[in-house]
């Protein structure tokens, strides 16, 4: 069965810090492997996905995530963090071949000025 | 380019009523998925739908149907609310096929409260 963990409730950086998010994964075959943003009163709104290739992929307002194979992890980074980064983030994976996306708990990131 | 319209927004209702939850997209996609968000729990599958006149049930099906008599239209019902059925609903919807990798796209949600 999939899963996705997202250690981490919430995570505080200073603004202009480099932040991580966290999450690792396990399915039975190869994963399909997101990360979504969710703003207050809002749905999820895409940033990135690792499908297949270079394990680097860079995404929408800056946002990069590394896929590790060996150790089942897809984090989430941003090398300069500012206070409009601050919301909930969510990792999601979908075993290939399988209907179903699967997501993290979610994790809470506050930008501090 | 409205993408996906959840209806309505916001809805209060009594324990023991019913009540239909409407999501509609107009990217032509395939599946069509229906999430609750609870605190701490992050979004749990309820039931979703790999296409018209299709349903199958996902992680917390129980206490909710579901309806998928249009490609466009995913309908999420509680026949009889609970209390426990406060939730923020979400849907969702995406491509099938050699396009799966391709993201979700969600609705904004609607924010139920069962008294």
């Known amino acids: 069965a999939q899963s996705v963990a997202q250690p981490e409730d919430q995570v505080n950086v200073a603004e202009g810090n480099p932040l991580t998010v966290k999450c690792t994964y396990s399915?039975?075959?190869?994963?399909?492997l997101f990360w979504y943003v969710q703003y207050p009163n809002r749905g999820l709104q895409f940033l990135l996905k690792y499908i297949t290739g270079d394990n680097l992929v860079k995404g929408s307002y800056g946002f990069e995530a590394e896929f590790n194979k060996s150790q089942t992890s897809f984090h989430l980074k941003k090398p300069s963090a500012l206070v409009s980064d601050s919301a909930l983030y969510f990792c999601?994976?979908?075993?290939?071949?399988?209907?179903?996306?699967?997501f993290g708990k979610g994790t809470r990131l506050h930008i501090l000025p | 380019n409205a993408g996906v319209t959840q209806t309505p927004k916001f809805r209060v209702l009594k324990t023991g009523q019913s009540m239909t939850l409407l999501c509609a997209q107009d990217?032509?996609?395939?599946?069509m998925y229906w999430y609750r968000q609870d605190p701490g729990m992050g979004l749990r599958l309820i039931h979703y739908s790999v296409g018209e006149g299709t349903t199958a049930k996902g992680e917390v099906p129980d206490g909710y149907n579901v309806s998928r008599l249009k490609k466009q239209n995913f309908l999420l019902g509680l026949e009889s609310a609970a209390p426990s059925q406060t939730s923020v609903y979400f849907c969702?919807?995406?491509?099938?096929?050699?396009?799966?990798?391709?993201?979700?796209?969600f609705g904004d949600g609607t924010r139920l409260s069962i008294l």
């Open positions: 990217m032509n996609h395939e599946y």
């Open positions: 399915v039975s075959g190869n994963p399909y």
């Open positions: 999601a994976v979908r075993d290939r071949g399988d209907d179903k996306i699967i």
């Open positions: 969702a919807s995406s491509y099938s096929g050699a396009l799966s990798n391709q993201p979700q796209h």
